[in-house]
């Protein structure tokens, strides 16, 4: 297989937009647990600090997410860097080795989206007994 300098810079902008991805739904996460805990300093109730746990694990995921795609964007200007030096081989591993990172990166952005899912589900379950009962 021929790898040019042109194959891992094609890499550059996808990770770039999924770490700005990631950063906005680390935010947004931050955001909800910071209202969550004000909740919960209120009324201490079950429900709200079950939620704040569950938040916590898609934190812990996000973490995840974003640092597989900031090796996955190490490996590709190491990549960049072999192949810049005539260093083909190595060149071609490191950028196997940056698309493994962005295929993890990708794995822990599926399974944050489910747990999210989950709970969504779980709470418009809920909404939909209440308005039954009313």
């Not at 990631?22 to 955001?31: D, G």
């Not at 974003?66 to 490191?94: E, R, V």
Request: include cysteine.
């Amino acid at each position: 297989m021929e790898i040019t300098l042109n194959t891992p810079a094609l890499l550059f902008p996808a990770i770039s937009l999924l770490m700005l991805a990631y950063t906005n739904r680390f935010l947004a996460l931050a955001s909800l647990i910071r209202k969550l805990y004000a909740d919960y300093q209120m009324q201490k109730t079950e429900g709200v600090f079950a939620q704040i746990q569950s938040l916590q694990l898609r934190i812990y995921l996000v973490q995840a997410m974003q640092a597989c795609g900031i090796l996955s964007l190490l490996f590709c200007t190491i990549s960049m860097t072999f192949i810049y030096t005539n260093l083909l081989h190595w060149g071609a591993l490191a950028f196997g080795v940056s698309l493994f990172c962005m295929m993890m990166s990708l794995f822990f952005s599926i399974w944050e989206i489910h747990i999210s899912t989950a709970a969504l589900t779980i709470l418009l379950k809920d909404l939909k007994q209440q308005q039954q009962k009313d």
